[in-house]
């Protein structure tokens, strides 16, 4: 990403700057176990469900940090009874996340114009914000994202907002460097669908890398 500041910006880009981190991981009450004996509508999965992914979340920001990001962002709202039945549903959002990435990108553009700034998301509809709250965003903003192409129909608004965003740096679209980005000592790229995927042993270099849901099919 710091390759492709630098190649597309005016003037260049050799180093990082400050890296913001914005998550939210539920804080978990001591008596969380409790909850399905207390509540007809949480079951114990519920609560295994919510302890799993607060776990993978803690982790992955963890390593955000342990990296250098900086924690400033990061929220721990405390889990309520309420929240467990909008996980269940998907409908639980959380919104202070988008808003601060927001705030603390146009605050950074604003204050360093003459640095190059980038918003990494999976969710281009956060670009009209910026688009508003700091016009000139063109000249020093840039997006990493997916590429619409690989959006599912339902968020095709998010590839308008992309279409919609100009720029003078274009979009870092992340797909296209998988292979660099994914972690593990054996990745390769299915010939088939082109899925980036890694495996615990080394493929033999005779043989043309698939990856496992096109293999099924194909056996
Ligand atoms: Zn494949």
């Known amino acids: 990403m710091l ?10 880009c050799a ?5 913001f981190f ?14 399905p004996n207390e509540r007809d ?4 999965a519920d609560i295994d469900n919510v302890r799993r992914s607060t776990g993978a979340r803690d982790v992955f920001t963890q390593r955000a940090i342990d990296a250098g990001f900086l924690e400033d962002a990061i929220f721990r709202p405390r889990l309520k009874g309420w929240m467990i039945e909008n996980l269940k549903g998907h409908k639980f959002q959380e919104k202070q996340v988008d808003t601060t990435v927001v705030a603390l990108l146009v605050k950074s553009a604003i ?13 281009a509809d956060i670009l009209p914000a910026i688009r508003v709250a700091y016009p000139e965003y063109s000249n020093n903003v840039f997006v990493a994202t997916t ?25 870092f679209f992340l797909e296209r460097k998988a292979e660099e980005i ?16 890694s495996r615990p042993a080394p493929i033999p270099t005779r ?13």
Do not use: M
Request: aromatic share 8%.
């Open 147 to 171: 590429h619409p192409d690989q959006l599912k129909s339902e968020s095709r608004q998010t590839s308008y907002a992309l279409a919609d965003f100009d720029y003078s740096i274009e979009p």
């Open 41 to 44: 509508n949480i079951s114990p």
């Open 22 to 35: 914005s998550t939210s991981i539920f804080d978990l009450p001591d008596d969380l176990d409790e909850w």
């Open 111 to 123: 204050t360093q114009p003459e640095n190059v700034h980038v918003i990494i998301t999976g969710d």
């Open 15 to 19: 180093e990082l700057g400050n890296l």
């Open 182 to 197: 994914l972690e593990g000592c054996n990745v390769y790229s299915c010939v088939h669908c082109n899925k980036v995927f």
């Open 207 to 219: 043989a043309q890398p698939c990856c496992n849901p096109c293999h099924q099919k194909r056996t």
């Open 3 to 12: 390759k492709h500041a630098n190649k597309h910006a005016e003037g260049g």
